[in-house]
């Protein structure tokens, strides 16, 4: 079944894209108040133990999107043939080499992004930002590892960029089916458009300023990365390096020597800034098409 094809109305196009996020929502949610409950009937501190009650929240959604992503896949809808398309394309080299770049991508612009917020006062006035950050590394660095930088990146790119993303491609991606150049054009703007709505929506739903800023240009890197290698793998491991280099920067000191006074800031910041500019263009290189639609890069 093709989605675009089949469901014709807005309405219903629209709804078959906001859905899976509303049953994110509402099994998260109910997952985290069962939860703390429980914690609360030992004895726990449920605040301080946020982090591992969110940790077993996330494991208990994810067979929920999984649903959703896997049906996805299964379907021959245009996303998911030109996703196929694109990982097919890709040698085991360079599947293992987009792999490491994503990775190392996330993390610069991850670390970059969060060095320019600093650098504003958004933090210091959204208390949204400062009651989620609290939450965020509470809990110990066991289920900040486990939780934040493993399974709640998997979680939220099977919704984000593999649910969502993919929906919205095939709400915007006309048929082109002679492959056409005008075709081709329309199918890229239909691309990018559906990339920046995956991403407000991704921004929006993180309900603070600061993180909008973030998850909003991260979610554009991410939709990017899972365009480049035709697979989520791209998206999950850029959003691994993003929050492990934040729960890094928190629980150790390995990047102390940025926090050296403000002069030693902001140059830390404009070379995160170059370093992650160096991975965008270097994944870019190592995926780009020749002209007889064989890649330059070796495989």
Not at 92 to 102: C, D, E, I, P, T
Not at 111 to 129: C, F, Q, R, V
């Amino acid at each position: 079944m093709n989605l675009k094809n089949t469901q014709n109305s807005p309405i219903l196009k629209s709804w078959n894209v906001i859905y899976p996020i509303f049953i994110y929502f509402v099994v998260s949610n109910l997952a985290m108040s069962l939860f703390a409950m429980l914690a609360s009937f030992l004895g726990a501190d449920a605040q301080k133990q946020y982090m591992a009650l969110q940790t077993a929240t996330v494991a208990v959604t994810i067979p929920f999107i999984a649903s959703y992503f896997n049906k996805d896949r299964k379907e021959p809808t245009v996303f998911w043939e030109h996703m196929g398309i694109e990982f097919e394309k890709k040698g085991a080299g360079r599947k293992a080499a987009n792999g490491v770049l994503m990775f190392l991508a996330g993390a610069v612009a991850g670390m970059a992004l969060n060095n320019i917020l600093a650098l504003t006062t958004l933090e210091e006035i959204s208390e949204g930002y400062q009651e989620t950050a609290g939450y965020f590394f509470a809990g110990g660095i066991l289920f900040e590892l486990l939780g934040a930088c493993l399974l709640t990146p998997f979680l939220e790119e099977m919704l984000y960029r593999g649910v969502v993303y993919g929906r919205l491609c095939d709400m915007m991606i006309l048929d082109n089916e002679e492959k056409t150049e005008d075709g081709k054009k329309r199918e890229r703007v239909g691309r990018i458009t559906a990339a920046v709505f995956s991403a407000l929506l991704f921004g929006v739903l993180h309900m603070n300023i600061v993180q909008f800023i973030y998850a909003g240009v991260l979610g554009m890197l991410l939709a990017w990365c899972m365009e480049k290698t035709g697979h989520l793998y791209g998206a999950f491991l850029a959003h691994m390096g993003a929050n492990l280099v934040s729960v890094l920067r928190v629980e150790t000191k390995l990047f102390a020597w940025m926090e050296q006074g403000q002069p030693a800031f902001v140059k830390a910041t404009l070379a995160l800034v170059v370093l992650s500019v160096a991975c965008i263009a270097a994944i870019q290189l190592l995926n780009r098409e020749g002209k007889k639609g064989k890649t330059a890069a070796i495989e």
